[in-house]
C-alpha cells in the first residue's frame, strides 16, 4: 500500500508545481490582458450590431412592411375593378394545355394542398 502511495505522490508532485497560482508570471498576464481585451471588443461589437438592429433593420423592415401594403391593396382594387367589369365574377383565365396538368389525382383530390377557391380553377370540377 506504501508503494502505491509513493508512486501517486511522485506523480502528483510536479503537477502541482505545473498549477501553482502564487507568482504570476509575464505569460499569464499577458494572456489575461489579451482575455480582457477580447472581453472589452465584444461588448463593442455587440453594442455596435444592436445599433444596426435598431437604427437600420428595423425601420428597414417598416418600410418594407409598408411597401407591401401598399402594392397589395393596388392589387385588391385590380381585382375588383375585374370582377366589376365581368358582372361580378372573376375572368376566366386562358385555357393554356400546359397549365394544371394532372395525371392521377392528389391524395386529397385534384386541387392542391394550397387551394383557394376565391383565386384558383377548382380542377375536381374541369374533368
Known amino acids: 500500500m506504501s508503494m502505491l502511495l509513493r508512486r501517486s505522490l511522485a506523480r502528483a508532485a510536479p503537477r502541482a508545481r505545473q498549477f501553482s497560482t502564487t507568482t504570476e508570471s ?22 455596435m450590431w444592436r445599433k444596426i438592429s435598431f437604427y437600420v433593420c428595423a425601420p428597414g423592415i417598416i418600410v418594407t412592411a409598408l411597401w407591401v401594403r401598399n402594392v397589395e391593396n393596388e ?21 393554356y394545355e400546359y397549365l394544371n396538368i394532372r395525371h392521377r389525382p392528389f391524395a386529397w383530390g385534384m386541387n392542391s394542398l394550397f387551394y383557394n377557391p376565391k383565386v384558383n380553377k377548382d380542377m375536381s370540377q374541369s374533368e
Do not use: F, M, S, V
Not at 509575464?26 to 453594442?47: I, L, P, R, S, V
Not at 392589387?75 to 385555357?95: C, I, T, V
Open 26 to 47: 509575464a505569460t499569464q498576464k499577458a494572456y489575461y490582458e489579451k482575455a480582457e481585451d477580447a472581453k472589452h471588443h465584444a461588448a463593442d461589437t455587440a453594442d
Open 75 to 95: 392589387h385588391a382594387a385590380h381585382e375588383e375593378h375585374l370582377k366589376h367589369e365581368n358582372g361580378g365574377e372573376r375572368p376566366e383565365p386562358p385555357a
